[in-house]
């Protein structure tokens, strides 16, 4: 009977124990469920119970984007490969050849040779036909240009051989990939009298040891005023702007502060070491100048130390801080709100998820008129703040410049924009340079090179037929009426082709009223003609830049 009780205790006791492992794993498995977002268990039922095999990593990527999507416009989900692109743009260096080519035709072609580059070593020249990389043929229309740039792209002291077809005769080289610097300041130059102009196209982490450079340059020219020329200019990081602003303000005088939820605020101020501080400046701006160029010009403004130039700023006042996930992939989340020294937030409004509404804010202002005539009345009801000279500017609408310049849209037509848009001006004038590059390269400067092509009376002519040739439709009257702007546009790409883009740039802004403005203000009793800029003789109706060259670097 004792042997009988003992295993009957044996056995209840197995079933307890038993019981109570299936009661402890059931309540563990509905707090673990309890625990878990929404998000997590619609990801592990769609695992588990989902009709079809799925890629649970790539689905997670394709919600990533949107979920960031639903917060401000500004933050966002930046993919492995967009990150290390982004990264090695703004530090300013990546690891490549050295060359600017493009793929209008269906084999790249070097258009540029960046000095002291793996690629000019090696004696690449511009117009060499890329045919393969490493036996890898680069030839035919699949090759866009982000694959073009994969395969020549490679780690440091690695070697790629290239196979080449110049003057229509075939030659390799072998090129020792290396650092390759990305500039962030590509227009140096003095266009009147001791008045110098620098342009900064992104704000890197070498932006100012790249500005002094320049700066000094110019000053070794007898530059004694200074234009910068912020416009198009959409950011980049914020502490090269801050340390180059600290070059033109006194000791003590705040640049920029910083605050957010979990952000305390932070004072960012002038050391009183800088070497710029009582130089005469003007600042250029438009509706493209924004973040870290706000920030700039904002310092600037709040100070009285420059005078912006322009049109009012794109608006962007938050602070992006990336954050690094384990695929290396980026996550640029906004952390805080940057403010000018006057206190002003630059933010323009904003819903969260509306990205549209937030994109479609630049229609909005050409719509308005805003972007033809002075638009301090369509900011009523604007918080006021106060530079150090008592002037009044405003909060939460970009900055606004002092002196405003609209947009001038004499010889503007649908043709006219139809063709920018088309790409067709890029591939003529790339096919023109191709085709004369012997002649075009014995010109020395824009100046020589702009007047030889001012008497190519039949150019603009012959680029319209190419592009009837290409679908767009020939429109003789509206030719004629844009044939100016046309003439600029197609010289500047021709010239950037030829000389680069700071020879370029004095072809495209030859007659830039902002250009001129900023030069009056310096000498306001000369008046300076209009042909001052350059001298090679052109037809001088204002228009809009062209648009960036389809080209890569490596």
């Known amino acids: 009977m004792k042997r009988h009780s003992t295993l009957t205790l044996i056995i209840v006791s197995a079933i307890t124990l038993l019981v109570g492992s299936i009661i402890s794993w059931l309540l563990a498995t509905q707090l673990s469920r309890r625990s878990k977002t929404e998000l997590e268990q619609v990801l592990e039922l769609i ?8 890629d649970m990593s ?40 050295g060359i600017t080519f493009n793929t209008i035709i269906d084999t790249p072609v070097v258009v540029d040779i960046i000095p002291g580059g793996p690629a000019e070593y090696a004696g690449l020249r511009a117009g060499d036909r890329i045919l393969r990389a490493n036996q890898k043929s680069l030839t035919g229309e699949k090759f866009l240009a982000d694959s073009v740039r994969q395969i020549l792209l490679g780690e440091c002291a690695s070697v790629v051989r290239l196979d080449l077809l110049r003057n229509n005769e075939p030659i390799s080289v072998q090129v020792v990939r290396s650092d390759v610097p990305v500039p962030s300041v590509d227009v140096a130059f003095i266009p009147y009298k001791e008045t110098g102009l620098i342009r900064i196209v992104q704000w890197g982490r070498n932006t100012p040891e790249e500005f002094r450079a320049a700066y000094a340059r110019l000053k070794n020219q007898g530059l004694k005023s200074l234009i910068i020329d912020l416009r198009d200019n959409s950011g980049g990081y914020l502490e090269p702007a801050i340390r180059l602003a600290n070059e033109f303000l006194k000791k003590g005088q705040l640049i920029v502060y910083t605050q957010g939820k979990a952000c305390e605020r932070e004072d960012f101020r002038a050391t009183g070491n800088g070497l710029m501080q009582d130089i005469p400046l003007v600042v250029l701006v438009n509706e493209f100048s924004a973040s870290s160029s706000e920030v ?8 009285d130390r420059a005078t912006i130039i322009g049109r009012r700023t794109f608006g962007k006042g938050l602070i ?17 709100r940057y403010y000018s020294p006057s206190g002003r937030c630059i933010q323009k409004q904003y819903t969260m998820g509306d990205t ?9 202002r050409y719509e308005s008129g805003e972007m033809y005539h002075t638009d301090s009345l369509l900011l009523k009801g604007a918080q006021q703040f106060k530079t150090d000279a008592g002037h009044i500017v405003y909060g939460g609408f970009g900055i606004l410049p002092s002196v405003f310049i609209p947009v001038d849209s004499a010889g503007v037509n649908s043709y006219y924009l139809r063709l920018l848009e088309s790409g067709t001006m890029d591939e003529y004038a790339f096919r023109y340079v191709d085709k004369n590059r012997k002649k075009l390269s014995s010109f020395s400067d824009a100046k020589q ?16 037929y190419f592009a009837s040739s290409k679908g767009i439709q020939m429109r003789s009257g509206m030719l004629y009426e844009s044939r100016n702007l046309l003439r600029k546009a197609l010289y500047g790409k021709i010239v950037n082709y030829t000389l680069g883009m700071e020879a370029a740039y004095q072809i495209f802004n030859e007659s830039d009223e902002a250009i001129l403005a900023a030069i009056r203000h310096f000498y306001p009793q000369e008046r300076p003609p209009l042909q001052s800029l350059s001298s090679y003789t052109l037809d001088r109706n204002r228009g809009n830049k062209a648009h960036q060259e389809n080209e890569e670097e490596l």
């Open 47 to 54: 695992e588990h119970y989902y009709v079809d095999s799925v």
């Open 58 to 97: 790539d689905l997670q990527q394709k919600i990533l984007p949107l979920l960031v999507t639903k917060l401000d416009p500004h933050s966002a989900y930046i993919s492995q490969e967009e990150s290390k692109w982004e990264n090695q743009r703004l530090d300013g260096s990546f690891c490549g050849i």
């Open 296 to 303: 700039f010009a904002g310092a600037m403004q709040d100070h």
């Open 320 to 336: 992006q801080r990336p954050f690094y996930l384990q695929d290396s992939a980026q996550l640029r989340l906004t952390i805080a």
């Open 356 to 364: 549209e509404s937030y994109q479609m804010d630049l229609v909005k």
């Open 449 to 464: 090179l702009g007047s030889y092509l001012s008497y190519q009376e039949g150019l603009i002519y012959d680029y319209a």
